[in-house]
């Protein structure tokens, strides 16, 4: 009877020792590095089904498929263009420049951007998909500075033109301290109620489309 027990035992853990942990599928497109890719559809689908793998990797503590993902991002820019949220507008005559100060914010609602497209999306099951951009210092805005030919002449009309920001940014896997890889799988972390991914900020261009001047922008 005992040696019996002790079979049975030794089978037991035979058998989940030889258990294979659950394969973790990643998407089939590999990004360029230093290259910035558009967040169109295709793009963010594809950075979203590697963040779910992400996810299920430091689950099941698979170190290896952690790095494998890890160093396919690494070096990895996306980019999008959005209208900016500008803070305040002033003249430089001196330098014959106009310093902008913006957030990198939604100018309609004062919140982050929102990605909207016309299907869901399998990683996160929803069509809409927020974009929170962590900049070196949240407190501080972006200051970008525009030569212009006269900037007395500029601040008159300026309010008449239309702006666009070009912010390009990395996202961060290991170490990236954001809850965003866990709210793709559970609502609850969703703290405005839509999926949403954490990129850090690497590069803003201000662009006056209607002067057609741009400038980059620093903090």
Known sequence: ????????????????????????????????????????????????????????????????????????????????????????????????????LLHPKDPRTGGNYLLKFDKNFAAAGASVIELQIRTKDEQLPLNCILPVPDAGAYMQEYRSHSFEAKYTFRKQFVQSGTYDFDALAYPAYRTSGNPFVVFDLTKTELTDTSAHLTCECRQ
């Open 1 to 100: 009877m005992k040696q019996s027990l002790i079979l049975f035992l030794l089978c037991c853990c035979l058998i989940s020792c030889g258990q294979e942990k659950p394969k973790v599928q990643l998407s089939g497109k590999t990004f360029p590095k230093g290259t910035p890719q558009e967040l169109n559809y295709e793009n963010l689908a594809a950075l979203l089904d590697d963040m779910k793998a992400f996810a299920a990797s430091v689950k099941s503590l698979d170190q290896k498929m952690i790095q494998t993902i890890n160093e396919r991002y690494t070096g990895v820019l996306f980019q999008t263009t959005q209208a900016p949220l500008l803070l305040n507008v002033y003249p430089d005559p001196t330098n014959k420049a106009i310093i902008f």
